[in-house]
C-alpha cells in the first residue's frame, strides 16, 4: 500500500502543479487527464495487490517483474505532465502593449500599400506628361514640314497622352488622400505604442513614416518636373503657333501680290 500512496501523491503534486502554473483551458483539460491517469495508476496496482496470494507479501513487488509494471504504468501516465513551463505573463500592460503592437503592424501594412500605390500612380503620371511632351515638341518641329495624315496621327497621339495624363492625375489624388488617412493612422498608433510601453514598434512605426515620406517626396519631385516641362512647351507651342500663322499671312499675301502682277 506505500507504493500506491506514493503514486497518488505524485500524481496529486504534478496535478496541483499544473493548476497553479498554468491558466488557460487546454491546461486544465491536460490536469484533468493527469488526474485521470493517476486514477488509472492506483485502480492498477490495487488490482494487482488484490491477486497477490494469500501468503505472498506485498513488498514481493518490489522483484524486477513487478517494478517494470508499476514504473512503465506511472511513466505512462505521467510522461506528458510539462512540469517546468513558465507562466505567461497575462497583465494588463502586457496585453495593451500587445494590442499596441498589432495596430502599429496593421497600420505599417495600411502605410506601405497606399505609399506604393501613390507612388505608381505618380511615375504613371510623370510617364503620360513626358510621352504628351514629346509628341507635342515634335509635331511643333515639323509644322509646315507633315503631310495631313502625318499632322493628323501626331494629333491624335497628342490628345491620348494629354487624356491619359488626365486620368492619372485623378488616380495620383485619390491615392494620395488615401496615403495622407495613413500617416494619420500611424502617427496615432506609434503614439500609442509609445504610451503603452511598447518602445520598439513605435520606433519602428515613426521609421516607417519617414521612409514613406521620402519615398513620396521622390515620386511627387519627378511629377513637378514633369509639369514644369510640359508648362514650358505650352509656351513654346504659342510662340511657335504664332510664329507659323504670321509665316502663313506673309505666305497668302506673298501669293496675292505675285497674282496681281501677273495680271498686269
Known sequence: MQAVRQCSVCASRAATGLVRNQIDISVLRTSKSVLRRGAACIRFLSSSESRIPGNQKFGELTKPSHMSIA???????????PFTQQVENLSHDSLIRRAASVI?????????????AYVDALADYSKAVHSRIAFQRQYLASLGKMTPAEEDSLQQAIN?????????????????????????????????????????????MRTNIQVARSQVEEAQKLSAEADKKLAETKVEEIQRMAEYAAFLEDSDGLEVHEAYLRED
Open 71 to 81: 514504473s512503465l504504468t506511472i511513466a505512462r501516465g505521467l510522461c506528458a505532465v
Open 160 to 204: 491620348g497622352w494629354r487624356a491619359e495624363a488626365s486620368e492619372r492625375l485623378v488616380e495620383c489624388k485619390r491615392y494620395e488622400s488615401a496615403w495622407i488617412n495613413a500617416i494619420s493612422l500611424c502617427k496615432m498608433a506609434a503614439e500609442a505604442a509609445c504610451t503603452s510601453g511598447a518602445h520598439q514598434a513605435s520606433i519602428s
Open 104 to 116: 502599429t503592424d496593421s497600420s505599417c501594412t495600411f502605410l506601405s500599400q497606399t505609399t506604393l
